[in-house]
């Protein structure tokens, strides 16, 4: 595997359902971001890590909870979601978060909420 | 006002034709400027970037930045079929050397269709 990786592709959940996304990146960088992306709205940043440590959490409700046990690995997990939270949420990754002009992206978590 | 803003389209153009993708903005602190392909069912592909002002060039993209209008634009020459994508504008305040959160804006995208 190669880049930055997500599971899983698609994932339809109910709003009482615990689910978590999983990113994974093999390009040895230090600097972990998730995004929302939603229908004809722009990238919304959610949280950043910078070597393991949450460095921004952009108002996220507390619904979503992020986890980055290392500089590979990132999670998002969720619980009691509402309908209004289906999009795709995407990974990134940086050499250092002072790059973020040199983000790679994953493919994204398309989520349903019904 | 959004801090960023990118006229959604969708854009339709023949094959070989010169498109033009603009972004404008309005905070003055933003200094790094990217462009990003979207292909459907797929994460951002980061296509270019660029400090300040100035152009730069690579194949058949050419992206330009000018800061004092606050204005963007990629150029794609000889378009082609495999071009169609989602074209994302994002810029940041902060870089290389910088006290950085990591934190890139992004405009809306334009939907561009190459049709042969």
């Known amino acids: 595997e190669t880049g930055v990786t997500q599971t899983p592709r698609h994932l339809v959940m109910g709003m009482t359902n615990k689910k978590s996304l999983k990113c994974e990146q093999h390009l040895g960088h230090n600097a972990m971001y998730w995004y929302k992306q939603s229908a004809k709205k722009p990238l919304e940043l959610m949280f950043v890590?910078?070597?393991?440590?949450?460095?921004e959490n952009n108002s996220v409700p507390s619904r979503f909870s992020p986890e980055c046990p290392n500089s590979s690995h990132l999670f998002l997990h969720l619980h009691t979601l509402q309908p209004e939270d289906s999009a795709l949420y995407l990974c990134a990754s940086s050499h250092k978060v002072d790059r973020p002009e040199t983000q790679y992206f994953g493919p994204g978590t398309r989520l349903l909420v019904l | 006002q959004k801090e960023v803003e990118q006229d959604p389209g969708p854009l339709s153009v023949p094959e070989g034709a010169i498109v033009s993708l603009n972004c404008t903005y309005s905070?003055?602190?933003?200094?790094?400027f990217m462009w990003y392909r979207q292909y459907s069912r797929k994460g951002p592909e980061l296509l270019m970037y660029t400090y300040s002002s100035g152009n730069k060039e690579d194949g058949r993209f050419t992206a330009q930045v000018d800061k004092s209008s606050k204005y963007i634009s990629l150029f794609i020459r000889d378009s082609q079929p495999s071009d169609s994508a989602t074209y994302l504008c994002a810029m940041t305040s902060q870089g290389a050397g910088g006290t950085s959160y990591g934190k890139l804006t992004f405009g809306q995208g334009t939907i561009l269709t190459v049709h042969p």
């Open positions: 905070n003055s602190a933003f200094q790094y």
């Open positions: 890590y910078n070597f393991k440590e949450q460095t």
